[in-house]
């Protein structure tokens, strides 16, 4: 059975790109995801990248069920009680804090309790502007979206993030399926309007990829709001690793798939602990969650092109770590 409802439109760009990878993959690693189409569909994000020495972007989201995360969470409460019992948050960039460091074997094992799909999206630096003009013409695009004052730089990572997000709503929730989202809070996040605003352009994106008509209600906040969730900062969390460690693994990582189910090694050298107990971790397969990369990359003809990749193995250590990946999406069309 099949979890990822595929994108047909060839005219969504990217998100169509993307969503023909990880069908591909699907079809050669049957199982590769877990479906999550019971109860209230429940979504966490964050982001790695977003600085001007980056080689890459990677946004990742923990996609789970009300129902499996209420199960989940007794696990969760266990670990901190343990590891973490004043209350210190994780996050990539603190992992080396000996405390932080001593809890992550813990963490990940208690993460790897959930029934959840880890999806994370690498977008390489030379893909450029998802919209493919000037950004005032997506200003104008979306009036209620954006405003005049919106920057460049912001109205991008705006259509990036809810691209994804509509990608992965119309592709893995149903239509009657009521969800909640929690972000990381940046700076397209940053006020009520802002949230307001980034909302309604995931709602126009979702229509234009699902074409539903009447979809159940999606609520939406960030991991800063007084009435987040108390399990907020650590789904977030989740998402924060994969997508730092990604970012860190990105040269070494294959570019393209060019055929089914292709396998390649690879090796630890030049990569941090962080991102070693990750791959490793991941490797292992953990006993409920499943996790997917799919890429964004520029080939030799100057088109951006999507893969969609998978690590498993024995772990980098041993440096028998394989990646099994789906042929590459082919587009040069830009997204949005």
Known sequence: MTV???????????????????VALEEANPGVLVPLDHGRMVM??????????????SYSFVVTSEEDLRCWLPALRGFRDTWLPDGRTLSFKKLNEPVRWRAVPAFLSTVGKLTANLITVMVA???????????????SAFPDCFCDSTKPGTAEKMLRHATFVALL?????????EMLWVSDHDETLDSH?????????????????SRWRQPAATWFGTTELDAAPDWAEDLAAVADYAAGAYCKMSEQL?????VRNSRISMSPKGLDRRVLAFADWLAAGPSHLRHVLLRLEVDTTDSARASAQVLSGNGLRSSKLDLRGGRSGGSGVRGG
């Open 193 to 209: 309007d802002r949230r307001e605003a980034f909302a309604r352009l995931a709602t126009y994106l979702t229509y234009g990829l």
């Open 254 to 258: 294959p570019r393209f798939f060019g």
């Open 125 to 139: 630096r030379e893909v450029g502007s998802f919209f493919g003009g000037d950004h005032r013409e997506l200003v």
């Open 44 to 57: 966490a994000s964050d982001y790695s990248g977003q600085h001007k020495n980056a080689s890459h972007e």
């Open 4 to 22: 990822w409802n595929h994108i047909t439109d060839q005219d969504a760009g990217y998100a169509f790109s993307l969503s023909d990878a990880v």
């Open 169 to 177: 709503t119309a592709a893995l929730r149903r239509e009657d399926q």
